[in-house]
């Protein structure tokens, strides 16, 4: 039986099949235009900017931080460019120890290195580069080179670094940078430009390189780089410079400086020097001291070890924040408030049996058989404690705080240094306010006694007691101490002052200053600081004191030969210079020295001598030593009163 083809049927068939494909054809057509307007049209210039983005690199350039210089443009911190090896751990393809091993046949790498890149490595984040190595010579460089593909996540960047050309020098005002780190970057967080820290790899820790960060930073720049597919820079396409951060210039005079910390040789203490008129800090000495450079590329373990854990405490910031009793220091001050609050006149005596009775209490003198009578000049110049216990108890305590506090005692000075503290000046609020058992806020009256001569709750800063005799000095007309005194253009070198007007006055009567001055001008003449001045060639006004720095208990004499060295008295001194027309005021403090003229007054008269008269002597701590021995005792071992 013969089958015979439906034609009809299967051309019908064949055009429903094509028909199918001829739509599935015009849907993945219009699928592939619809993609394609999407992509050359709708989306053409957020994929052009990506593939732009991919490559072009914009890098931030880190500007030149600003010089500090002291005020005869000596150049105290600077910058240059060096070549650092760094490793960035996530783009390690072997173990990170064996990547340094291999490093260290081609580069340098000592332990130390080792041990601070660690410690770097736990402060920074994992995609972020590390320096292994920094300061490398060009031979490394070039052996570096030759080898990179060696060693990928490893890298030479070119860096500016920060340099103390003059070390430990001055190193507790300029402070020094260092990484930037967690705290770090809260910190900048909070400034007002925070972008402006994209690529800077360190910022200010201590110090002005601190306080004034944002001036001595600059204005970052950048620059759009071409880069590979892999990230290679291929060439620099535009470019905006970066604007270098504003000089620093100090107050300082780095001679002096430089002769009082040698004074101090091994010593622990504090000296703060200060212009009256203006408020200028000329030198600002902390001893110990330590060298910042030590901590710009982070310090090693054992540097550090070294200066954290010393007795003699290198780190402290001792005029600043290290608070002493004034000791005698505080009796010219005492005179002038008698004086002003009409407690005293310049003429009025008392008999000085050498000890003073408050109830059961019996107050000595320092002077055994006491100085017989003792009018106002003869207390300061010889520095009767009978006179000011005597005096303190007729004063009282608010009365005392009253007429101190504007000389700035117990306050802040306002200096351009951060974490300034402020010490105490004791009141009867100020008691109820620091203690919480009812009998302890209570302020006793025998306490009243020791305020006299500077002990008792009286703790100053070195700073705070450098600002007082200026002060003084300046008749009452108070500058706000600084050590910045300008800060300059880098460009057009032009200075713009930081201090120009008097912060306010003091209200006292000239006749009263002039009294407690001629004292003070006799000190060095023929009282306790008259061996250091002796043949000084200038008239200066100063005062000693000798400072406790433990307790006595009460039938207790002081021994100095029988006490731990960190138990002895604190030497100091105050004093200015010409007595007619103070150039110089300053404070001197000698941890644990004893007498006030024997250790603290001969540095003293070496950082005037040279301030007034140039003087220089080739060993400054052999020419305090040699005064401090010849003040000290005379040849039947006496000592000399504070």
Known sequence: ?????????????????????????????????????????????????????????????????????????????RNFSAYTLEITPSKLAVPLEQVIDELSVLVEIQPKDRKRFKRLQE???????????????????????AQRFRFPGVEIQARLFRQYPLGETAAHVVGYIGRISQRDLQRIENMEDASNYAGTDHIGK????????????GKTGYEEVEVTAGGRAVRTLARGGATPGHNLILSLDIELQKIVEQAFGDRRGALVAIDPATGDVLAYVSKPTFDPNLFVEGIDQQSWDELNTSLDKPLLNRPLIGTYPPGSTYKPYMALAALELGKRTPSQAIADPGYFWFGNHKFRDDKVGGHGMVDMYKSIVQSCNTYYYVLGSDLGVDAIHDFMKPFGF?????????????????????????????EQQRWYAGETISLGIGQGYNTFTPLQMAHAI???ANNGVVMKPHLVKAIEDPVSKERKPTVAAESYRINLKQENIDVVKKALAGVPVEGTGSRAFANAGYASAGKTGTAQAIGIKKNEKYNASKMAEFHRDHSLYVAYAPADQPRIALAVIVEN??????????????????????????????????KTVVVGADAHGHVEGD
């Open 206 to 217: 201590e110090g002005l390189e601190k306080k004034y960060e944002e001036i001595l930073h």
């Open 1 to 77: 039986m013969t089958e015979f083809k439906n034609t009809e049927r299967e051309l019908h068939f064949f055009r429903l099949r094509l028909s199918v494909v001829g739509a599935f054809v015009f849907i993945c057509f219009a699928i592939l235009l619809t993609r394609f307007v999407w992509l050359q049209v709708v989306r053409y210039g957020d994929y052009v900017a990506q593939a732009e983005d991919n490559r072009i690199s914009v890098v931030p350039v880190v500007p030149n931080r600003g010089l500090i210089l002291d005020r005869n443009g000596v150049v105290l911190a």
């Open 123 to 145: 402060e920074a984040k994992n995609f972020e580069s590390v320096p292994i190595r920094t300061r490398l010579t060009d031979a490394e460089v070039a052996r570096f080179s």
């Open 410 to 438: 117990g306050q802040l000075t306002g200096i351009d240094l951060d974490n300034e503290r402020t010490g105490v000046l004791p009141s009867t609020a100020w008691k109820r306010a620091a203690y919480r058992k009812p």
């Open 470 to 472: 200026a002060n003084l």
């Open 593 to 626: 020295a004893g007498f006030g003229a024997a250790a603290a007054a001969p540095i003293a008269r070496l950082a005037i001598d040279y301030y007034l008269l140039g003087k220089r002597p080739v060993d400054p701590a052999a020419a305090a030593a040699e």
